[in-house]
């Protein structure tokens, strides 16, 4: 995944996206948009560098992120063939886009 973000706290919720658990028809495919609206709502526990964080991505396209106990909120939404993610804090908000390809191991 490339990522072109504005902030640090954006670029680990979009890396987050992009480990979602379905897997696609084929291996080392972008995975399409539609793809990505059925698969990613749910609710999952990552392991990233050794931290649990839990993920809730609602169908409507909320979003929530646990953290220890700190929770950060958003939207999640996709756009074309991208997974674009928003975290909303205070009065501000930093969103990231990108496109999520599959490896055959990974997102």
Known sequence: MTCRVPGP????????FCMVAAMP????EQLKGGWLQ??????YTLVIYGFD?????????NLTLTF???E????WSVKGDQLCVTLIEGQKSET???VVHYDGSKY
Do not use: F, Q, Y
């Open 9 to 16: 706290i954006v670029t680990l919720c979009t890396c987050l």
């Open 25 to 28: 028809a084929e291996a080392s």
């Open 38 to 43: 059925k698969n990613l709502p749910g609710r």
């Open 53 to 61: 964080v839990g993920v809730n991505a609602a169908t409507d396209g």
């Open 68 to 70: 220890m106990s700190d």
């Open 72 to 75: 950060l909120r958003g939207k």
């Open 96 to 98: 990231a886009c990108s």
